[in-house]
């Protein structure tokens, strides 16, 4: 049997726990003492354990003031307090903040019951109360939620000097043979905080702690004392332990000689700080330095910011040399590709050919070259244009004369004819393999391309926004949410963005993007999650909410007698503001051209998402295709739409024209060029426009045009549909154009619709 692993950090948090119950027992304000009782309100809240927070209560409460009062006070705020968690746990929800503050205030109806004729002491109990469960709720959020990530905003400081003022009201009463307990405490955190250089904290903590006493002693003078102690220990605060312990000790001997004890007094007030300079001096160096990066936390965080600065520099600069590498293999390519010969280079060399090979074994050679040389090379020159231009050569194209003087007629036009068919197949495969290499450098230069665009994009400085990231981890930690984590960024004149380390139950929390929204004053939206490696959290990325967004409707139907439909579309989103949307019809109808079309719409999706400029994407497509496919061609219709920037890009490549329709009018964007894959290389027709609120952008392929029988019929039936659905007008279309096909479609038809369409932001 397995025992059970001690947990010895959580038995020191609580008994810490304890001890500050017991502090704040004693400390007392005109004899009201709330403070016990706003911290177990507020330990209920931020979820530690209600049974050992209720005991601390008890005990702590009737120790320190032992009654039968004091007992039935803390047993009602007690009961009342645990009555109101575990209701809340039986519903299985959190509680409410405004709930905490009235529970408390309910569980005070005993202390009300005996101080009733007090009216006046009642209020400034109760409002005390209420002032510290706020405070205590804040300051038990910050150490129990947040951990080691101590990065306060401005209530959060309050707060924390407020309670450590309380601390020093309950410890000021507390002495031992004349030696009071709150010397010791003050003396030694002034000396730890000193040793790890936060000077202003030192002074700070001081102050609170300090006031608190005085508040005790109805007297202000301690904090004079302490700070005077706690400046001079700052300026002549040294490396050495022991050399920080001896200034402060004389600079509290001269203090109390001067001003304050005589004679044996003066050993009391100087006892505790001695202990506070033994016991500082027994402290490990390394639980200083580890106290010290919680000081420093956001110098850190400075350094690790400039290292991403500095990391994007460099990968800009590897980035371009990649580009440069690129670039050199493009033009290594475009050197390999071979030059066609022109019709005098390629006339002579096959006129050398014929010569060699049908005249080396003729009686007559001697002969024709003496005296009929040039005639014989103009007219096989005349025989070879002839094969080149017709395709072949016949007897009928034969000079007269070079019939009558030349016994090898039928073996020259036969040689004539195999080598020019021999050449047109070389012609073609030098062509697929010039196109191939001509594919890879254009491939290679978008690449460099590319990488150069990319490595602009990663050399702008990141800007941060600390200031608000510390007001964001507040307002969440407030609402219940633990965030470990947040960063705010913005990349040259970019919206800025946010990415929160949260637990791993809160990262859909509609609060987390109602928080941004507010803090950074722009909508923004949850764009990703993603689970980290270590501990339960998740990371999430929020970006500005887009101003427009778009539906789609889409509707099709297969050529009759066809299993398959021969046209593809994809709706793709390219990033957070982009959409692709394409049509692709295959030559032909079925199965032969359903493939056509996923092949060269599949391309098109992935040349987009990889960041291809519109000219490489259909270059490259078109060169493949030609090369791949002999006769199957497609016609492609793509829009790209910007939902930023308000604009459409429409690129036709033999697809039929298509439409907007706006609240007032129509705008037509007309077609052009051949299909993909036709000739090696294209020229799309490219239309831009801008769009706005209720736009309908509606593309279609030829086989609803060809039913339609012209574009003024299109135009004139899209124009009287209201609908603002765009699957609605989608299937109008389609059901109008199989109405006009006698329920019958002579080819596959395709309708593809897109509306904009202005976001609301929920309040």
């Known amino acids: 049997m397995k025992t059970k692993k001690i947990n010895y950090n959580t038995i020191l948090k609580y008994?810490?726990?304890?001890?500050?119950?017991?502090?704040?027992?004693?400390?007392?304000?005109?004899?009201?003492?709330?403070?016990?009782?706003?911290?177990?309100?507020?330990?209920?809240?931020?979820?530690?354990?209600?049974?050992?927070?209720?005991?601390?209560?008890?005990?702590?409460?009737?120790?320190?003031?032992?009654?039968?009062?004091?007992?039935?006070?803390?047993?009602?705020?007690?009961?009342?307090?645990?009555?109101?968690?575990?209701?809340h746990m039986l519903i299985k929800k959190k509680i409410h903040l405004i709930t905490i503050f009235l529970t408390f205030v309910l569980s005070l109806i005993t202390y009300f019951y005996y101080n009733f004729n007090n009216f006046s002491h009642l209020i400034y109990f109760c409002l005390m109360g209420i002032i510290s469960l706020y405070v205590f709720i804040v300051v038990n959020q910050v150490m129990c939620l947040r951990k080691n990530c101590f990065k306060l905003t401005l209530d959060e400081s309050i707060c924390f000097l407020f309670t450590i003022a309380l601390l020093g009201l309950g410890l000021a009463p507390i002495s031992l043979y004349n030696v009071f307990f709150y010397r010791l405490i003050l003396m030694l955190a002034i000396f730890i905080l000193i040793s790890i250089g936060s000077?202003?904290?030192?002074?700070?903590?001081?102050?609170?702690?300090?006031?608190?006493?005085?508040?005790?002693?109805?007297?202000?003078?301690?904090?004079?004392?302490?700070a005077i102690v706690a400046l001079m220990a700052g300026i002549f605060s040294m490396p050495h332990k022991i050399?920080?312990?001896?200034?402060?000790?004389?600079?509290?001997?001269?203090?109390?000689?001067?001003?304050?004890?005589?004679?044996?007094?003066?050993?009391?007030?100087?006892?505790?700080?001695?202990?506070?300079?033994?016991?500082?001096?027994?402290?490990?160096?390394?639980?200083?330095?580890?106290?010290?990066?919680?000081?420093?936390?956001?110098?850190?965080?400075?350094?690790?910011?400039?290292?991403?600065?500095?990391?994007?520099?460099?990968?800009?600069?590897?980035?371009?040399?990649?580009?440069?590498?690129?670039?050199?293999?493009?033009?290594?390519?475009?050197?390999?590709?071979?030059?066609?010969?022109?019709?005098?280079?390629?006339?002579?060399?096959?006129?050398?050919?014929?010569?060699?090979?049908?005249?080396?074994?003729?009686?007559?050679?001697?002969?024709?070259?003496?005296?009929?040389?040039?005639?014989?090379?103009?007219?096989?020159?005349?025989?070879?244009?002839?094969a080149l231009t017709k395709g072949k050569v016949s007897l009928l194209d034969l000079p007269s004369s070079l019939i009558n003087r030349c016994g090898k007629v039928n073996q020259l036009i036969s040689l004539i004819n195999r080598l020019c068919d021999e050449y047109r197949q070389y012609k073609t495969m030098m062509a697929d393999v010039n196109n191939v290499k001509i594919l890879l450098a254009d491939q290679m230069g978008a690449v460099s391309n590319l990488l150069l665009n990319i490595g602009d994009e990663i050399n702008s400085n990141v800007s941060f926004d600390?200031?608000?990231?510390?007001?964001?981890?507040?307002?969440?930690?407030?609402?219940?949410?633990?965030c470990k984590e947040v960063l705010l960024y913005n990349e040259k004149n970019a919206d800025l963005s946010a990415v929160l380390?949260?637990?791993?139950?809160?990262?859909?929390?509609?609060?987390?993007?109602?928080?941004?929204?507010?803090?950074?004053?722009?909508?923004?939206?949850?764009?990703?999650?993603?689970?980290?490696?270590?501990?339960?959290?998740?990371?999430?990325?929020?970006?500005?909410?887009?101003?427009?967004?778009?539906?789609?409707?889409?509707?099709?139907?297969?050529?009759?007698?066809?299993?398959?439909?021969?046209?593809?579309?994809?709706?793709?989103?390219?990033?957070?503001?982009?959409?692709?949307?394409?049509?692709?019809?295959?030559?032909?109808?079925?199965?032969?051209?359903?493939?056509?079309?996923?092949?060269?719409?599949?391309?098109?999706?992935?040349?987009?998402?990889?960041?291809?400029?519109?000219?490489?994407?259909?270059?490259?497509?078109?060169?493949?295709?030609?090369?791949?496919?002999?006769?199957?061609?497609?016609?492609?219709?793509?829009?790209?739409?910007?939902?930023?920037?308000?604009?459409?890009?429409?690129?036709?490549?033999?697809?039929?024209?298509?439409?907007?329709?706006?609240?007032?009018?129509?705008?037509?964007?007309?077609?052009?060029?051949?299909?993909?894959?036709a000739l090696d290389s294209i020229t799309p027709a490219i239309f831009k426009t801008t769009i706005s609120t209720k736009d309908m952008i509606i593309m279609f392929t030829d086989g609803i045009t060809d039913a339609f029988l012209s574009q003024e019929n299109v135009i004139e039936y899209v124009s009287k549909l209201v609908s603002t659905n765009p699957q609605t007008i989608a299937e109008s279309i389609l059901n109008e154009a199989l109405r006009l096909s006698g329920m019958s479609a002579k080819d596959d038809m395709t309708v593809l619709v897109a509306r904009t369409y202005l976001k609301t932001i929920s309040k």
């Open 15 to 87: 008994f810490a726990l304890f001890f500050l119950f017991m502090v704040l027992a004693n400390a007392k304000i005109n004899d009201l003492s709330p403070f016990v009782y706003a911290l177990f309100f507020a330990c209920l809240y931020v979820g530690l354990n209600e049974k050992l927070t209720a005991a601390f209560t008890l005990i702590s409460a009737t120790i320190i003031s032992p009654s039968l009062q004091t007992f039935f006070v803390a047993l009602t705020v007690v009961g009342v307090g645990l009555v109101c968690f575990y209701l």
């Open 243 to 386: 050399k920080i312990g001896v200034v402060t000790i004389l600079t509290d001997i001269l203090i109390q000689f001067l001003f304050f004890a005589k004679n044996i007094e003066l050993f009391y007030e100087i006892l505790p700080i001695i202990a506070a300079t033994i016991i500082f001096i027994l402290i490990p160096n390394k639980m200083l330095n580890n106290l010290s990066d919680l000081v420093y936390v956001k110098k850190s965080e400075m350094s690790s910011r400039n290292l991403i600065n500095t990391t994007r520099k460099n990968i800009k600069k590897r980035l371009s040399e990649l580009s440069n590498v690129f670039l050199d293999m493009k033009q290594i390519h475009l050197n390999m590709v071979k030059r066609e010969l022109n019709k005098e280079e390629l006339t002579a060399m096959l006129t050398r050919e014929i010569t060699s090979s049908c005249c080396k074994d003729c009686l007559d050679k001697s002969r024709c070259m003496r005296s009929l040389g040039l005639d014989n090379k103009s007219n096989l020159e005349l025989l070879i244009d002839i």
């Open 501 to 677: 380390v949260v637990k791993a139950n809160d990262a859909f929390n509609p609060i987390i993007e109602k928080v941004i929204t507010e803090v950074l004053k722009a909508p923004m939206q949850i764009a990703s999650v993603t689970p980290m490696e270590e501990g339960d959290f998740n990371s999430i990325i929020l970006t500005k909410r887009n101003k427009f967004d778009c539906v789609f409707g889409l509707a099709s139907c297969n050529k009759a007698g066809n299993d398959e439909c021969g046209d593809c579309h994809s709706i793709i989103r390219l990033c957070k503001n982009k959409f692709l949307l394409a049509l692709c019809d295959g030559m032909g109808a079925g199965k032969s051209a359903h493939n056509m079309s996923a092949l060269t719409l599949g391309l098109i999706e992935n040349f987009y998402k990889v960041g291809f400029d519109n000219d490489v994407v259909l270059e490259s497509v078109n060169k493949l295709l030609a090369v791949n496919n002999g006769e199957n061609y497609s016609t492609l219709d793509v829009c790209l739409i910007d939902l930023d920037k308000e604009i459409a890009d429409f690129i036709k490549v033999g697809s039929p024209f298509g439409l907007i329709k706006r609240e007032s009018n129509m705008d037509v964007v007309n077609g052009g060029a051949l299909p993909i894959g």
């Open 199 to 226: 000077a202003n904290l030192t002074f700070a903590v001081t102050l609170a702690f300090s006031f608190g006493v005085g508040l005790f002693q109805m007297n202000l003078l301690p904090v004079a004392e302490f």
């Open 466 to 482: 600390m200031a608000r990231e510390n007001k964001i981890i507040s307002r969440l930690l407030s609402l219940n949410v633990e």
